[in-house]
């Protein structure tokens, strides 16, 4: 990494904020700059401006390194811009809700809002959009948002519809996997569905009564969903904290022994184990809590400098299609190494059943 003091800062303020754990000596930075643009990067800044919060009441920031006036204001203002989304999803949701109440609709919430609800601070998670899943209702809850609030439903993803209410765009699941981009998708969307027959946790926005998925269907989910996003271009630190955060609030009630088999059988496993060595290592997460860890430094290593300083780097261009077609392409075969090291499909099977996945939606091309 060409910055390699700014990563590790940026993983002790993290540290700082979301344990009890100080640091023994004073931080030494010489270049805060670098650190809040790599924390925004990763997605973390509120978070991070937290810990640094914290370092600065129990006088361990070195006072030769302060951080300059300029560079606080832009923290601050980040830090500032992700409460308000947070707050203006928590209203969006709070209104979706209220809808679906009145047609019996229940509404359960993926990742996002739920996880927030694990952190010391909920409001610095950072939330984009908002996923929702209707325990079968989902035509019904688009349809009712046509009804009352004459919504535009854009139809044109594989598993999902789109829609934007209060200014927040919200995705309407109607399974929890792109069964169409790979076909071990469609034997694990089976057992998400199996789990969701357990019992949701019920919890309260702003007076209106949502759903958080079961906790073993969102540990799995949330390692697929992650293993998929990294294989298919990146991930941040924030999905490591958000693995770290919801392990730690629900450890107890995790089936390990369940997650560890199905990560095996369908080669998540070294995924799941960097996960776990990131909580353990960086999180103050009990090694105890997680049980069947097992340590491979090297891939631990390769994981983490890729989330930090991805070996592929390059932006999609704008312009014409065959442009975007030929970029994807060759970010998919740079990413090999990561659809190995988290799928059991076959990279020439994987092509071709996504390559007829887009010609079935050739919206997707583009996203």
Known sequence: MKNRDAKEILLTLLRTALTDILPREPMRCKDWNEVLRLAMQQDVAAVAWQGLETLAANNLIDELHPLDKGTKLQWAY????CVKRYNKQKRAIKHLAEIYAEREIRMMILKGYGLSLCYPTPEYRPCCDVDIWLYGDQQRGDEALRETLGLKIDADKHHHTVFHIDGVMVENHFDFLNIHSHLSNRELERELLRRTMEESLATDVEGERVYLPPVNMHALFLVRHAAAHFAAVEIVLRHVVDWAMFIKAHHSTIDWKWLYEVCREHKMDRFLDALNAYAIDFFDIDAEHIPSVTRRTDIEARILDDILQ????????????????WFKCRRWWANRWKHRLVYRDGLISTFLVQVHSHLLKPKTLRH
């Open 78 to 81: 980040a830090v500032e811009r």
């Open 310 to 325: 991805p070996e592929f780097s390059e932006q999609q261009p704008d312009g014409g299609l065959l442009r975007v077609v």
